[in-house]
């Protein structure tokens, strides 16, 4: 017996005396001993305690033992206590037989000496602690399968459910009722995992993985099915299926990048040199020469779109993408992109044309002008570059606060499973490594871009070899949320100003000296040269009168930024303007952070630098 739960012994007797031996006895024996004269006191008791035994004494003072068992068994607040009679009085077995009949679980006869007495009750109490654990041990194992998460049902081989844990009814909707009243519909395949619909109540869709085991239950043959919600999983497996799809697709798709990029740069820059090298020929006619010349410059025109593509991705992509919003004509753009585009459509033998239902003076938007025809020159670019002796048609329709702008052609179209990927960087529809048409895959997803900022809608219907039809909406009237002023179209006032001035070029490259020595020249008093940020440092400090630095910023020794600052230290005077290739966003910011004045990209356009210097002085 555990020490600190000793079982619990209830005597009801109206003979003190007998009261006193006994409950001497048993509390010797290590039990817990109440003692009751009547009924009333036996139900005091009752009321606090759950005594383990009750030893009842049949004819009590004016009471009978038996109505107060009678009255216990109606109550059922002791299911499990074990109620033994004893008496001295009703002996007969007739007597004997109508007390268990009432529910009592022994009787026992006095006289008795006390070592029966004492046999009797603890052969009793042995029955009851192996029923007490068994209850315990029961209501243990309850408690697993009902707290189970997994549905735990068994189900015999008509189909028929025999017993339904909680989580079956969680997870069919049903109660243990409906369940048990219902025939198991999935397969059953012993020893198998198999994956089922679940099907539910409130036809939610879910999964589940079932097992299924043979058991024996009330010795018929039966099984004992498991079942767990997958559900999450499955989710969580799909998308890993679709990441692995996507992530071979974009490996294949660095690849084709990384080809055709490498195509791309190659391609210009063969142009560069090669006709670089023709020009040095000696006598060479001065066509020729002006030929050359034109296609050097095409091909450095070609590279620096490529560049200035990849600009403008990382400035969407930081957000510093800034918009500037006036009224646009369209029919003078569209007018524009005709001309522009003719030439090169011809020569591919297409028809090009745009339609306009507006009046002049109607076609307005309000939105930004470089843009807008940006989208409409990639559009019209690519309709131009995927078409050959077909048509190429641009126009737009006016919707309730929107235009709907559309280039359409008729040329070799894309193929449905990527009509959504050729909007994203880097994508062609066509993912062969070698392909014929030259472009890096950035045009699209930069007029997406473009015409997300401008609060519109890009999409694409296409039929491989019939054509493509490409439609992006812009709002009638877009908010204006910044103006800011080009400054390649404010007038160069200040001119003279620079006659007057000495520059000190800083640059590593032989090339860029050249260049901004070719541009300065007579323009400026005297151009000085740094070969790195150290010797342009030590130069302000031996020629006082340098009042205008073009700092480059990667240079060998010393970085233009270090220079810049160490030069700031003791002449604030002095305008250094940076002049970088490097033109991704957040270089501008650490230029100005350094102390720089001014700021501009390579390659230098002359009347930008000229304008910037001018503006500075
Ligand atoms: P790219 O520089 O390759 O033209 P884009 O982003 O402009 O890059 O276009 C992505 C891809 O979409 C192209 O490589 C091409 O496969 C497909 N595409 C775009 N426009 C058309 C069109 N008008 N007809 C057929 N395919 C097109």
Request: aromatic residues 8%; proline residues 3%.
């Amino acid at each position: 017996m555990a020490e600190n739960a000793k079982d619990k012994i209830l005597l009801v007797d109206d003979e003190p005396f007998n009261l006193g031996i006994y409950s001497e006895i048993f509390s010797d024996l290590g039990y817990e001993v109440f003692t009751a004269s009547n009924s009333h006191e036996t139900f005091e008791i009752l009321k606090k305690n759950e005594p383990d035994l009750l030893l009842l004494d049949i004819i009590l003072h004016n009471e009978l033992g038996l109505d107060i068992l009678k009255k216990i068994k109606t109550d059922n607040q002791h299911p499990y206590m074990y109620i033994v009679m004893i008496t001295g009085a009703f002996t007969s077995s007739q007597q004997q037989a109508a007390a268990l009949e009432q529910g009592a679980d022994g009787y026992i006869v006095r006289p008795i000496d006390d070592r029966e007495l004492i046999a009797r009750v603890e052969a009793f109490m042995r029955h009851k602690r192996t029923l007490d654990s068994l209850r315990k041990s029961e209501s243990r194992l309850r408690k697993i399968i009902a707290r189970n998460p997994d549905a735990i049902l068994v189900v015999d081989t008509d189909g028929k459910i025999s017993f339904a844990n909680p989580s079956a009814e969680d997870m069919f909707k049903l109660t243990i009722d409906e369940l048990l009243s219902r025939v198991f519909g999935y397969p059953v395949i012993q020893g198998e995992h198999t994956e089922i619909n679940i099907v539910r109540q409130d036809e939610e869709e879910r999964v589940g993985e079932m097992r299924t085991i043979d058991i024996d239950w009330n010795d018929k043959e039966t099984f004992l099915i498991s079942i767990r919600d997958i559900t999450h999983h499955k989710q969580i497996e799909e998308e890993l299926k679709k990441a692995l799809v996507k992530s071979k697709e974009s490996d294949k798709l660095k690849s084709a990048f990384l080809a055709n990029m490498s195509h791309e740069i190659r391609t210009p820059m063969n142009g560069v040199l090669g006709f670089t090298r023709f020009l040095k020929k000696p006598n060479l006619p001065v066509e020729k020469q002006q030929k050359y010349i034109s296609i050097i410059e095409q091909s450095g025109l070609r590279m620096l779109n490529l560049i200035n593509d990849i600009i403008d991705i990382s400035k969407i992509e930081s957000g510093n993408m800034e918009v500037n919003y006036s009224n646009i004509n369209i029919h003078e753009m569209f007018a524009s992109l005709f001309n522009f585009f003719e030439p090169q459509a011809k020569k591919k033998k297409n028809e090009l044309l745009y339609v306009t239902s507006l009046p002049d003076n109607k076609a307005y938007v309000f939105s930004d002008n470089e843009k807008i025809t940006a989208i409409f020159t990639n559009l019209i670019k690519n309709a131009v570059k995927y078409t050959t002796n077909g048509k190429i048609e641009f126009g737009y329709e006016l919707k309730e606060n929107e235009f709907e702008f559309y280039v359409k052609d008729t040329g070799i179209g894309i193929p449905q499973d990527r009509l959504d990927a050729i909007f994203e960087r880097f994508v062609q529809a066509d993912l062969k490594i070698v392909q014929p048409y030259e472009g890096a895959g950035l045009g699209l997803s930069i007029s997406k871009a473009y015409v997300e900022i401008l609060k519109g809608e890009i999409r694409v219907e296409s039929q491989e070899n019939k054509g493509s039809n490409f439609y992006f909406t812009i709002p009638v009237k877009g908010k204006k949320v910044v103006d800011k002023v080009v400054a390649r179209e404010k007038k160069i006032d200040s001119i003279e100003k620079l006659s007057e001035i000495t520059v000190l070029v800083a640059d590593d490259d032989e090339t860029a000296n050249i260049y901004l020595e070719e541009i300065l020249e007579g323009k400026c008093k005297k151009v000085l040269h740094a070969r790195n940020g150290k010797q342009a440092v030590d130069m302000v400090h031996k020629e006082k009168d340098i009042n205008l630095i073009l700092m480059d910023i990667k240079m060998p020794v010393m970085d233009g930024y270090t220079a810049t600052r160490m030069i700031k230290q003791y002449n604030q005077d002095v305008i250094i303007i940076a002049q970088t290739a490097y033109a991704m966003s957040g270089d501008k910011e650490k230029a100005f952070k350094a102390g720089c004045n001014g700021y501009i990209t390579k390659p230098i356009n002359q009347n930008e630098l000229l304008l910037i210097m001018s503006q500075l002085l």
